[in-house]
């Protein structure tokens, strides 16, 4: 039994049972987790514990554990920093202006081909760490600041590094359908992307594009994903609807995405697309409080219909400068008008589903990683309650607590 840990007098342990529909969350008191190599063995009642069955006993002290967070959306590895836009923005300016003069996704495309891979994995990793220490225990993370081939993949590459370096799931997206960069036409561009799409394939899990007015269109959407179908890839996201009304949505649920990311202004129609195609819907109440939308999505319908919803933060410089899963659920609830319960799932299982690592990870139930997350409290919904709190004790990657240095840098 050297590989056993029991961890014993849990206050309050939250798991997700996603056998129940709508996924729920189950509480219990007064329980002890097993932890197995890494993963939950099982969960046993009362503190009467046989020490000498355990290679370790820790004793929670009557702690709260939640599963450890998922954040699946981000585009954590960048250069730069874009202040003097938020500046702009809060004095009229739109977000989409900024972009077509030249400014928004393109300032961070210019800082991060300057950087190099090293200065890159610097960031990003400290980055990572202070998300770690705020509760996320796996990562999606995109491309998109390149907008060439090589600076692409210098960000992958990044990526990569990251997964093998720090022991949390990774999954990594291609974006190179994120903008359209200076001194090509949109139809250029976006011919550059299809032509060069299979070099990708090796270097990520999956590709995304940004459906936007003046930016990528539906048929664009359609393009790539029937492409990146042929070229092998499986996962298929996209970010829609998020400043106006495209339709890439529906198209991209139709395709099999499997999750449509934003989705401010999606209709019933996407919404039955979304639950027809099993697609997630993934929603960050960061950016609608960033860029002062005033538009929410319709998250009720998609809960009513029965939609998968997952949260996350869109770590970026330019609409969700945050490494903060707290703050998302905090937000999610608030803005949404959706409880706890509901927002807790979402960024645990909901979000592990958009990643298609839900079995693995996200409800911590027998059979899964351990990973999750002791708090400050004794009651996990304070998380809702208070904002501007961080409730995050201690992270457990696989069963083991992660040793943040003090002071990670905020970059
Ligand atoms: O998810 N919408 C497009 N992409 C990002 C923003 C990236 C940026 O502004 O740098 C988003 O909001
Ligand atoms: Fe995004």
Known sequence: MNDTICFRNIGQLVQVDATSQPPRLKISDGRAL??????????????GLKSSNYSKVIDLKGKTVIPGLVDCHTHLIYAGERKSEMECRLSGSSYLDILQSGGGILNTVNATREAD????????????????????????????????LDTEKKILSVGSRLKKELSVPVTLTYLGAHAVPDGSTRSEYFDFIMEHL??????????????????????????????????????????????????????AARLGAVSCDHLEYANPRD???????????????GVTFFLGGEKIPLVHSMLDAGVT????TDCNPGSSP????????????HLYRITPEQALVAATYGSAKALEGHKEYGSLQPGQRADFLTLKTKDYRDLFYYFGENFVDQTFIQGNPVRIPKNPAIE
């Open 34 to 47: 097993i932890v197995k190599n890494g993963r939950v063995e099982k969960v046993l009642k009362g503190s």
């Open 117 to 148: 891979e090293k200065s890159l994995l610097k960031t990003a990793k400290a980055r990572m760490r202070r998300m770690v220490a705020l509760g996320t225990t796996a990562f999606e993370i995109k491309s998109g600041y390149g907008l060439d």
């Open 198 to 251: 299979p070099q990708f394939r090796d270097l990520a899990d999956g590709v995304d594009i940004f459906c936007e007015e003046d930016v990528f269109s539906v048929k664009d959407l359609k393009r790539l994903f029937l492409h990146a179908k042929l070229v092998g890839f499986t996962q298929l996201r996209a970010h829609v609807e998020e400043l106006s009304y495209q339709g890439g949505c529906a198209e």
């Open 271 to 285: 919404i039955r697309a979304m639950k027809h195609g099993d697609t997630v819907a993934v929603l960050m109440p």
């Open 309 to 312: 919803l997952a949260l996350a």
């Open 322 to 333: 945050t490494y903060n899963m707290q703050t998302v659920l905090n937000l999610a609830c």
